[in-house]
């Protein structure tokens, strides 16, 4: 039986060589039908990927209502292997998508209107914000006459290559444009599609997420022996608090800054608040960078009206990024990935570069699961040499002075 258990191990070993081998072929010289195929496997499973997400994220707020209102419902299953009543789930449920109802309806009657107007005015002022542009050129150019002859040459350049490429590039393409804006408005249902679908699969996940676990944990007994499932467990527990402190902290933070930037610019009379207010609390999500994302082209757009409304502006910025900081940011996240600031700021360049904002976002607790993980090898591995785990021990020591300092004589 052992020697049958060896073979049978050993071929799997072949088979998985094999095959990562032609997987590598194939993606760097072949057809690329693997990537074609997970591809294709990726869209269809859309749906899927958007209600875990969604379940994941309101997976607290049920479990908040189940404990504020069937506490003693949701304690007969603690220590018992019982999944909760199926009415107290439906309850919570219809609770949560209820508040997320009411809040959609808050932001769609309140916010969104007052965004568009915000929008069209800004639309409506294109001209005279470029006249503005054009007369502080002006005054900065009027005493440098070299520098206003050369900045003339370059505007008469650029306009000239402006209507070349109206001619020989956009008036051509036109026909492709159209049917682009068809084919956005074509992945707009889809993705539609795909929300609402995803919305009843998080339905589905959040009313059987006791057994999506339970069924998950059968599969880990079932793979893995009994010592490594207890550190699969453990891994998957750690970067559950990884993601869900991040991604949900992460979320309910910016949502704050958001209303805080809405209530102060309103006081204030700032222009354009609803829209200042969206970009300040939708570039917040993004860790580091994300206040001078938001704060750069808000402060350029209330510029524009007022001068000094955009001083008031920038100082709420400071003001709240300060209270963000220090009081927020801590409340909420804490120290829920455990980076430094380096690691965080490559995390964020190298997750931008390859997914966009997106992967700004979510390359931080991504790379703060991959931190972890190359921590815990190092510790095992320095554990068995017997050596310190303790990164202060691994300093270089400062060499002691061969001079010894006299000291002064006592009288």
């Known amino acids: 039986m052992p020697k049958k258990t060896s073979e049978i191990r050993r071929g799997l070993y072949i088979f998985l060589t094999v095959a ?14 693997i990537l074609n195929l997970w591809s294709q496997l990726i869209t269809a ?30 304690e007969k299953t603690h220590g018992e292997r ?12 219809t609770l949560t998508w209820a508040m997320i109802g009411a809040l959609g309806y808050l932001l ?34 009027e005493n440098n006459p070299e520098v206003e002859s050369f900045v ?34 074509v992945s707009f249902l889809i993705f539609a599609k795909n929300l609402l679908i995803g ?40 970067a559950d608090h990884i993601f869900s402190g991040f991604v949900r902290g992460k979320l309910l933070d910016s949502l704050i800054i958001g209303v805080l930037c809405f209530l102060s610019c309103t006081a204030l009379k700032i222009p354009y608040t609803p829209l200042v207010s969206v970009i300040v609390g939708v570039t917040n999500i993004i860790p580091f960078f994300g206040p ?15 001068p000094v409304k955009a001083l008031y502006f920038l100082i709420l910025i400071l003001v709240l990024q300060q209270i963000d900081g220090n009081l927020i940011g801590p409340k909420i996240l804490g120290d829920q990935t455990g980076l430094s600031s380096l690691w965080v700021i490559i995390a964020i360049l190298v997750g931008g570069s390859f997914f966009g904002l997106a992967g700004m976002f979510f390359g931080v607790p991504v790379c703060a699961c ?22 202060k021990d691994y300093c270089p020591q400062i060499p002691k002075s061969t001079v010894e300092e006299e000291k002064p004589e006592q009288e």
């Not at 990562?20 to 057809?31: E, H, K, P, T, V």
């Not at 990927?49 to 908040?64: E, F, K, N, T």
């Open 20 to 33: 990562a081998i032609l997987l590598f072929y194939d993606a760097l010289l072949g057809r690329k039908l």
């Open 45 to 74: 499973l859309q749906p899927i990927i958007i209600g875990a997400m969604l379940a994941y994220l309101l997976a607290p707020v049920v479990d908040w209502l189940e404990n504020l209102l069937f506490r003693k419902a949701v």
């Open 82 to 93: 019982k999944l909760v009543n199926k009415w107290v789930r439906a309850v919570s449920l």
């Open 108 to 141: 769609i009657s309140i916010l969104i209107p007052e965004l568009y107007q915000s929008i069209m005015q800004l639309a409506s002022n294109v001209e005279t914000y470029y006249k503005t542009i054009v007369g502080w050129m002006a005054h900065l150019l």
């Open 152 to 185: 003339s040459t370059q505007m008469q350049d650029y306009y000239k290559d402006t209507l070349k490429w109206l001619r020989t590039e956009v008036i051509p393409q036109a026909q492709v444009m159209v049917m682009a804006l068809s084919g956005g408005i």
């Open 199 to 238: 919305i009843i699969v998080s339905i589905y996940f959040l009313i059987t997420k006791e057994l999506v676990t339970a069924h998950m944990r059968k599969i880990s007994y079932s793979v893995f022996s009994a010592e490594q499932v207890q550190w699969v467990l453990k891994g998957a527990a750690k």
């Open 292 to 306: 001078f994302l938001g704060a750069i082209p808000s402060v350029f757009l209330i510029l524009l009206v007022s």
């Open 370 to 391: 991959l931190y972890s993980l190359v921590t815990f090898l190092i510790d095992m591995r320095l554990q068995k040499k017997d050596l310190s785990s303790d990164t």
